[in-house]
């Protein structure tokens, strides 16, 4: 069992209160979801909280601070990168009560910032067409031979 599933067990316990989580790996931590949103991101056994400018003040008077994404190679290498994820306060560490508060209002955060996001194109059926109109010829001729 890697070492990373008794704390990412232990997540899943402290957000019970705002419902289902599920946790899902990406690049050297992991994602918090709910509602099909990611509002929690873990990494180093450490858990940030999704937010927007209101929810930073709370967590600032509450000693938090970001995570700060500085990337080591690319073109915003050494760049120290804000990601909008701000420290669960160490109160809420041992109190999944509090927990929850600090959670619902990620969530909430989350949820706002998904539905400001402008839709995912579909995919243009029309480029797509001729390729596959192309295989159906082709699988014809060798039917016929």
Do not use: C
């Amino acid at each position: 069992m890697p070492a990373d599933s008794s704390f990412h067990e232990y997540v899943k316990e402290l957000f019970a209160g705002v419902g289902p989580i599920q946790i899902k790996r990406m690049f050297g931590g992991a994602g918090g979801y709910a509602d099909g949103v990611m509002f929690l991101l873990l990494g180093d056994d450490t858990i940030h909280v999704k937010t927007d400018d209101a929810l930073k003040a709370e967590l600032r008077e509450e000693g938090s601070g970001p995570f700060v994404f500085t990337p080591q190679n690319g073109p915003r290498a050494g760049e120290k990168i804000d990601l909008g994820y701000w420290r669960l306060p160490d109160s809420a560490l041992d109190d999944p009560d509090e927990a929850a508060i600090w959670g619902r209002k990620a969530l909430n955060v989350a949820k706002a910032k998904a539905a400001a996001r402008p839709p995912k194109k579909a995919a243009d059926v029309t480029k797509v067409a001729p390729k596959k109109a192309k295989l159906a010829k082709t699988s014809a001729k060798k039917t016929k031979r």
